[in-house]
């Protein structure tokens, strides 16, 4: 098989379903041998709500048998397709199955490559109407989702680097538009996502000397998550180029996982349809310095003439 991840190891998280299965299968179709994991979880991350109800799937490492996996179903079309695959179905929001999520890599195939941190659901709520547990169970899913399997695949390449075996070692995170500019009615989500910008400018940093790359993505696409929140936009057309399909961006995904996305490493990608943005993020706009201490009336007045000259915002989603 010929691709440009052809020998790499690849794990996805959250790969049973949506953008996850989409970065599965196009990695598997460039020739990587991929970790499939999926927890199989609901929309809500309610368990025994997700996928058909049969037939039963065999146990995973770190997952329970008996019930429908998403991860085995892609698994067994990542085979189908002449590709290497194994599930995974443990919780990648728990350190222990983190690292039996970076174990399955090793044990499987002896070795790792590139991580692809992508699991999340949702508990869509306005701020006043938010349970602690629904902030709670959305940060840890994402952010600490993204957190735990980073640090054990880091753990592992630091290791390597330091035997002197310097690896080409990629890790894709998953922000999303409401990370960048927020979302009303999410909350929990959009500080979660903006959190991972955070994460991934500071393992960019961390973990460069070790030969490691850490990006990006803020997606937009038709998945679980979004189809039912942006139902019209999200719709699939009768004919012709289908935007909102996950599938559109998980060759950015696949680029930025390989050898050849050499050098680049702490950006944000914005990807949606045939569109890819460099997101730049927070720079300095319009300032000023009185050099000493400001009285509040100066101190506002001073700000709104800062104002004027600012570029305008983008917009809040949902406003």
């Known amino acids: 098989m010929s691709g440009i991840c052809v020998g790499r190891v690849v794990i996805v998280t959250g790969a049973g379903r949506g953008l996850g299965r989409a970065h599965a299968l196009a990695f598997a179709a460039e020739g990587a041998r991929v970790v499939v994991n999926d927890l199989g979880v609901g929309l809500d991350g309610v368990p025994g709500t997700d996928g058909p109800a049969g037939?039963?799937?065999p146990a995973s490492p770190a997952g329970p048998a008996g019930a429908f996996s998403?991860?085995?179903?892609v698994v067994d079309e990542i085979r189908a397709a002449g590709g290497e695959a194994v599930a995974h179905g443990g919780d990648i929001a728990t350190d222990a199955g983190?690292?039996?999520l970076v174990a399955a890599a090793l044990d499987a195939y002896g070795r790792l490559d590139t991580l692809v941190n992508n699991a999340g659901f949702l508990r869509d709520r306005m701020l006043v109407n938010l349970a602690e547990d629904d902030w709670d169970a959305v940060m840890r899913?994402?952010?600490?989702?993204?957190?735990?399997?980073?640090?054990h695949a880091a753990a592992h390449w630091r290791a390597e680097a330091k035997a002197g075996r310097t690896p080409l070692?990629?890790?894709?995170?998953?922000?999303?538009?409401?990370?960048?500019?927020?979302?009303?009615?999410?909350?929990?989500?959009?500080?979660?996502?903006?959190?991972?910008?955070?994460?991934?400018?500071?393992?960019?940093?961390?973990?460069?000397?070790?030969g490691v790359q850490v990006n990006a993505i803020a997606p937009a696409a038709r998945t679980r998550m979004t189809?039912?929140?942006?139902?019209?936009?999200?719709?699939?057309?009768?004919?012709?180029?289908?935007?909102?399909?996950?599938?559109?961006?998980?060759?950015?995904?696949?680029?930025l996982g390989s050898a050849a996305s050499a050098g680049v490493t702490g950006r944000?990608?914005?990807?949606?349809?045939?569109?890819?943005?460099?997101?730049?993020?927070?720079?300095?706009?319009?300032?000023?310095?009185?050099?000493?201490?400001?009285?509040?009336?100066?101190?506002?007045?001073?700000?709104?003439?800062?104002?004027a000259e600012a570029a305008v915002p983008g917009a809040v989603y949902g406003v």
């Open 227 to 255: 189809e039912r929140a942006f139902a019209e936009t999200m719709a699939a057309p009768d004919a012709g180029f289908d935007a909102m399909a996950p599938e559109n961006v998980s060759p950015l995904v696949v680029w």
């Open 268 to 307: 944000v990608f914005e990807t949606e349809g045939g569109r890819i943005t460099v997101m730049e993020g927070w720079r300095p706009g319009p300032t000023a310095d009185k050099g000493a201490r400001w009285t509040p009336a100066e101190a506002g007045e001073t700000a709104l003439k800062l104002l």
């Open 98 to 100: 983190a690292e039996s």
């Open 169 to 210: 070692a990629r890790i894709v995170n998953t922000s999303s538009g409401a990370g960048l500019l927020g979302s009303v009615g999410q909350g929990n989500y959009s500080a979660a996502k903006a959190g991972i910008i955070g994460l991934t400018l500071v393992a960019a940093a961390e973990l460069a000397r070790y």
């Open 55 to 57: 037939p039963a799937g």
């Open 141 to 151: 899913v994402h952010l600490k989702g993204h957190f735990l399997p980073l640090r």
């Open 70 to 73: 998403p991860a085995e179903a």
